[in-house]
Structures are given as C-alpha cells and as structure tokens.
C-alpha cells in the first residue's frame, strides 16, 4: 500500500514526477544513459537546466530583470550568503523573526554585518505573524520567513513598506501566486513543494547583484553563478532534473492560481476538523494560519498515542509534530491531493466520535 | 542499445547501482514511500547516512580519529571550506599545482590567508607531477590535487613532508588503497567514483578541527556538521543514499586493493593501444599517467572526427578531450569494465589500421 505523506519535508511529490525520475535514472531521455552517470555539460541537461529555469520564470511571472538559479547547500547556506551579498557595509538588513528558521538566518547575518529584528513572535511561541511595527526606510532589505513549516503561520499578506523585500519561501514557493516586484531576493530549499532535497532555488534581482561591491569567495558569489547559468561548477543533476519535471507538474496543473485555489481548499478541511472539534486545538492563531503546514494539539494529551496509532492503521505517515510544539502536524503541500487531506479529517473525526 | 560511458563526471557507475537507486525512487526500503519523499530524520535514512560513514571508513581503513562528512557544494566549495576552517591566522598552506582543480584550490585559498605555492608543473602543460621541491616544516598543511582529470595525470607517490597533506581525491577516491595516517583531511565531489552529483566526502582529522579558534558560518564549520552526523540542515538524501550503494558495490567487489588492481589493468590496455601505435599520442609523461583519466591526441588532427565518429559507432561515449588538452580523454573510473576498456582499445587498432 501506498502511505499518504504528511512529512514538513523532505516531502510528498507528485506520483507522475516519482515515477519520471526513476525512468530517468535507467535511461535519461532515451539517451542509452542514466540520468545519474551524464555530463551536465551535455546537451540533454543544459536542456533540463534551462526549462528548470523557463519554468520558474513563467509561474512566478518573473521578468528578465532576474536571475533564476540552482545552487547547493540548501537555505541554510542561503541564510550566510544572502547577507555575504546583499548587506552592504555600513548598512543595516531588517528581520522579522517567525520562529526557528528566522532564528538561524539572524544568526547567520550577524556574522556579516548590521541587523535589526524588526518584530517577532517570540512571546507567544510563535503561533501568530507580527503585524503593526515599524521598518525604517534605509534598510537594506527585510527577511521574512514566509511560511514556518514548525508553527504552521504563514504571511498571508506582505509587510508595508518601500524596501525590498527578501524572503525564505522554502515550504510555500509555487503553493500561490506571488508579487515579484516587491522583492530583490528570493530562496527555498527544494524539499517541499519543488523537488528532492540537494538543490536550493535563488531568485535574485539583477541590479541587486550590480550594487555588491565586495571579493567574494566564487562558490558564494551570485554572480558567478549567474554568468555561468548555474553550471559554475557540476550542478545537483539529479535534484535540478525533479525539480524541473515538479514545475512541469504546476504548470500542467493549472500554474499557481490552480494551486493556491487547491491548497486553500485542502486546508479548510483539515481547519474544519480542528475548529469543528472539541479534543483538537490548533496552535497557529485562525488568520495566520498557514495553507501548507496544519499545526495542532490534542486536549487530552494522553490520548496522542492512540490517535498516532490510528493514522497509522489509515496509512497516514509523518503527522509527528515538531518538538517545539507537540502534538501533530499536517504538511499538505502542493503535491497532496484533496482525498488524502480527506482522509486525515475523517480518521479525526472519527477518533473523537470514540474518545468524547 | 547501453552505451559505454568514458564521460570524466559526472560519470559511470555500476548498473546494478543504477538499477538499485530507481528502484528506492518508487519504494524506498519497502517503506511505501519514494526515497526522495522520505523524512531524513526518520530511522530508514539515518541508516543509509550511517551505513554511508561505516563503509568509508571501512574501505579506506580508517580509525575513529577522523569525522566522515557528507556535505553540498562539490570540490569546489571546499576549495574555500578547507583554508576556511584550516589555515590558521599567522600561518602559511603550501599548495602544488598540477593544474585547473589546483589553480582553482589556489586561488579560493588566498582569500583566506598565505598561501605558498610550493610547485607547479604549468611549465609544461601540466602534463606531469612536480617532484623534487623544498616543502619548509612549518607550514599548516600542504595541499595537493591527486588526480587531474583534465590533463590525466596522478600522483603514484606521496609528497615527502613530515607536514600533513590535505587532497582533493574527487577523481581517484575510492580507486585504489590511500595511506591515512599522512592526511589532515581529504574532500571527493562524488561524481566520479562514489555517486551522483550532489554530495562531497569529507574526512577531517578531529584534532584538527580542535585547531579551529575562528567563529565560523554555521554551514561552512565542519565542527558543526561533525556534532550533527551531516544533518545540520536536510542532507543531499538520494545522492547520499546512491553513494552508500556505490560504496557498498566497492565493498562487494574486494574492495580498494581489487578496485587498483582492476584499474591497472584497464588503464594498462588503453596506455599499451597508444604506446604501440604511431597514431595515437599521449599527453601525460609515463610515470604519472592516470589509472583514471587517459588523455590521447591524434598525430594528425585532421583525423580526429572521423575516430570520434567510429567511436560512436561502436557505443562508446564520452570520449572528447577537455579544450584545455584537445583530442581525447577515456575516464575509466571504478566502474568501468575490461570490456569496455578492450572494445576502446579494438576501435583505436582498428582506426590505426584503416589510416596508417
């Protein structure tokens, strides 16, 4: 049996890209090669590399004025690099801080220059997005979080302010349209709603990239990569291959305004079943909830085994809850279908049926 | 038809590797679940990363005095990485350069302290391995690429220095047995003998990484990926996952001392087709040719398409030299077989025929 994929991430893809990737791992595009043993400066994957590219550009309605690259070392490097690039010296970056993964990027940017948390959640274990507060207009950017994969908060409308904006999308990039204007940087680890993990896309305003004025070390330079399409050195072939059959998946399936429509249906579901319910608690505050990660408790907490053990007996795998919160949690990213969110909701409602 | 695959990397690997790795796409472990949707946290691909470091360490002999890392971002972010953590304040690393790998080493190296560049053999096209050279004592490590794929050549002794040595093996790991004890540290992109693109070997010296008195970005700190077991942040899953097969494979099949023993002998028949014929000419001096990568010109240039032609008519791919040397490179790593290597060497006997 099948087991429908609740995982924060890695996570569920789309079955059609699972099964394209393992027939390319034996025979990569009818080439009589495996798509893991081909040089990546071969026609077929600088083929690959640029609908990856094309692709993204197309569902984020992305103009010329950006580079669109495929790096490694996932956002968390992202949180050392963006800074490395982009906060000049004797300027000040902005963070609002969400959480964990805010957390990591602020400390990565203190080691290279000026930063001012903005706002945070911090008082209420993150379970809300700060709102009213004030961005100075000098900044050199503002770093937000956009959806937290542990809290289960998502932005669901953009901070006021004239600064670009820099954000880690990593758990809801092309879960739902986006203003591209409003940013000079955009990053996301690839293990939620893009591909495998080992890649990590960029997106990266071009005349952002004019105003660096430093040396830096060329696997850290976005420039480098950008002048070599992100071939500076031997890309991850394999994770930029999925990557690029899962934005093929998207735009097949509608683009974003299909997906978002999709994922805010799903959600209600599983948002219904909490609400609906006296045992279930959710943790994020309703108008922060996110649309890609459901967070919640359980009143009784003595009963989690039991509910655990069900959704296992239902075939329903990874709702384990991050350690900072407890409980469960429902990743439900752009690949989960309708019928498996469904499902969770009725194995919920039927576990309080028996334990009320 | 399957072809033969002389690509210098990402490169060959053994077919029931490939096979094995499409088959973990659909279900991995019969867990029910794709490889590369699987949470890295859960117990299956913990395995996999620890079965990754225990084989390793098996294969190269080596004592628990040393961390085994997997990371993101090739060789060639290792090029920064190791001066990074490794080059002391105060201090001077000595490099030898034999080459494009070497001068990249090189020039990354300098961004972060004194470097020394103790040989080079760009005098001659870097078709040999400096030998007789000072190397002072007190230098933090000496630096050395071990095999150059470009211009196939390779190291067939050790530097003599009582300095420990620090390698890039990306193109001969795993090839043959290595002598541990002389090394501080040692990096492999995997792309060549180990797996996919995507992952980077890194086997460091604890004692010195207790050397390390610098604040370090978090991602670029081997002391954190050590305390993490390579999983500070999601870890390149499936190209960890196809390397701990490629090792298990290498492990299967004698290990390194069968691994060197099975290179000499195919590197010996395509070294005998160019030594025997008038035709063929190697570019590497004979005492350090490549067991790896077999760099080859045409005496008469003008017959170069046509043997890249009949190359291809016999199935073999991958065979066009770097523009750097011209003519052409058979990469015959690990998991190229004899057979492979002999039909090279008929199509060479057979070309020679036809054009002397």
């Given amino acids: 049996m099948k087991k429908i994929n609740f995982s924060a991430g890695p996570a569920i893809l789309p079955q059609s890209v699972i099964n394209q990737a393992a027939d390319a791992i034996r025979d990569y595009n009818g080439t009589g090669l495996s798509l893991i043993e081909v040089s990546h400066r071969g026609k077929d994957f600088i083929q690959t590399m640029d609908q990856a590219v094309s692709l993204t550009k197309e569902l984020l309605g992305i103009s010329d004025e950006f580079e669109v690259l495929f790096l490694q070392g996932g956002a968390s490097l992202q949180f050392y690099q963006v800074p490395l690039n982009l906060l000049a010296e004797g300027t000040t970056a902005g963070y609002i801080n969400t959480g964990t993964w805010s957390e990591k990027a602020i400390k990565e940017a203190k080691l290279v220059g000026n930063v001012q948390v903005l706002a945070s959640s ?11 507060f004030d961005i100075p207009s000098d900044l050199s950017y503002v770093h937000y979080t956009s959806n937290n994969t542990i809290f289960g908060t998502q932005f669901q409308s953009l901070p006021e302010t004239s600064v670009k904006l820099i954000s880690d999308m990593s758990s809801d990039i092309f879960s739902r349209p986006i203003d591209i204007d409003r940013y000079d940087l955009i990053y996301a680890g690839a293990q939620k709603n893009i591909g495998p993990a080992g ?16 040396k830096l070390p060329s696997m850290l330079d976005y420039r480098i990569h950008a002048a070599n399409d992100s071939m500076f050195n031997t890309p991850p072939v394999f994770a930029t291959y999925t990557t690029m059959l899962t934005l093929q998946w998207i735009k097949d399936n509608g683009g974003l305004a299909a997906m978002a429509t999709h994922n805010e249906a799903k959600s209600k579901i599983v948002y219904d079943a909490i ?12 108008e922060d909830r996110s649309h890609m990660n459901v967070t919640f408790n359980i009143a009784k ?21 991050h350690r900072s919160v407890g409980g469960f949690r429902a990743s439900i990213y752009n690949a989960m279908s309708l019928e498996g969110v469904q499902l969770l909701a009725d194995v919920m409602k039927d576990f309080e049926q028996k334990n009320s």
């Fill in 122 to 132: 911090e008082d209420k274990n993150h379970s809300y997005i700060p709102k009213a």
């Fill in 199 to 214: 890649v990590v896309l960029v997106i990266v305003r071009k005349e952002a990239l004019n105003r660096i004025a430093k």
């Fill in 275 to 286: 609400d609906g319910s006296s045992l279930f608690i959710g943790h994020a505050v309703k």
């Fill in 301 to 321: 907490l003595e009963l989690e085994d039991a509910f655990s053990e069900l959704c296992k007996k239902a075939g329903l795998d990874g709702l384990k809850g």
